[in-house]
């Protein structure tokens, strides 16, 4: 089955704790980026990557780092995090960068 | 800066009604438009797009929508709402920035709620 998955699913952290989320796809696609969603605000691009070693900054990528080593993995780092980063993350992946195809979601909490 | 409007923040409809949710983007080039869905707890799916080509685009679980150039506009549209419609939408338009990123901006998200 075509997806792109996420872990962890729900994570509680303290201010500071080093994180790292995990995305992964298995439809080859070349785009991936992250997202995140906060109430009223949609959904901001944070990081993206057009392809293996190709990453870029998205609107709103302080506090945040990426790295693409292999096509299918993105995974999202918080080097040391702040609770106003508490929100609700999405990976997604996209063959073109046009339509994008969405992960389950990560919902980060931190205390 | 490029932005995408929902002025519907929540919409609370009856079963069998019709549905419009407008969504209006202020960018001047080529866009490529999208309507994502959102179910409660779940991860946003892609109900529809366009490209190019006939304005009016049908999408799936029966929604459509139709693109005017001249409004910059983008409204969602679907002729009887069922209960498993209710759900969050998002309007989203897809560029391509001065440094060749290509990003969604996404709108802030309509919540629609359908009674029995």
């Known amino acids: 089955e075509a997806q792109v998955t996420q872990n962890p699913r729900y994570l509680i952290t303290v201010t500071g704790k080093k994180l790292t989320v995990t995305c992964s796809q298995n439809m080859n696609h070349e785009y991936m980026s992250w997202y995140r969603q906060d109430p009223g605000l949609g959904l901001r691009q944070i990081y993206y990557s057009m392809n293996v070693e190709v990453t870029d900054k998205g609107d709103v990528p302080e506090g945040y780092k990426v790295s693409r080593k292999e096509k299918r993995n993105f995974p999202l780092i918080l080097e040391s995090p702040s609770p106003n980063q508490t929100s609700l993350y999405f990976c997604a992946s996209s063959p073109t960068g046009r339509e994008q195809y969405f992960g389950p979601g990560t919902r980060l909490t931190v205390t | 800066a490029q932005s995408v409007s929902q002025h519907n923040h929540h919409v609370i409809l009856s079963e069998a009604a019709s549905l419009e949710l407008g969504c209006n983007y202020s960018y001047g080039g080529t866009v490529n438009l999208f309507w994502y869905v959102q179910y409660p707890g779940q991860h946003l799916q892609l109900l529809l797009k366009?490209?190019?080509?006939?304005?009016l685009v049908k999408g799936i679980k029966g929604f459509e929508a139709e693109f005017i150039k001249s409004k910059f506009s983008f409204n969602l549209r679907k002729p009887s709402v069922q209960w498993s419609d209710t759900a969050e939408y998002f309007c989203a338009v897809n560029v391509v920035r001065d440094t060749g990123r290509r990003a969604l901006t996404f709108g802030s998200g309509t919540r629609l709620q359908v009674q029995p």
């Open positions: 366009y490209f190019s080509g006939d304005p």
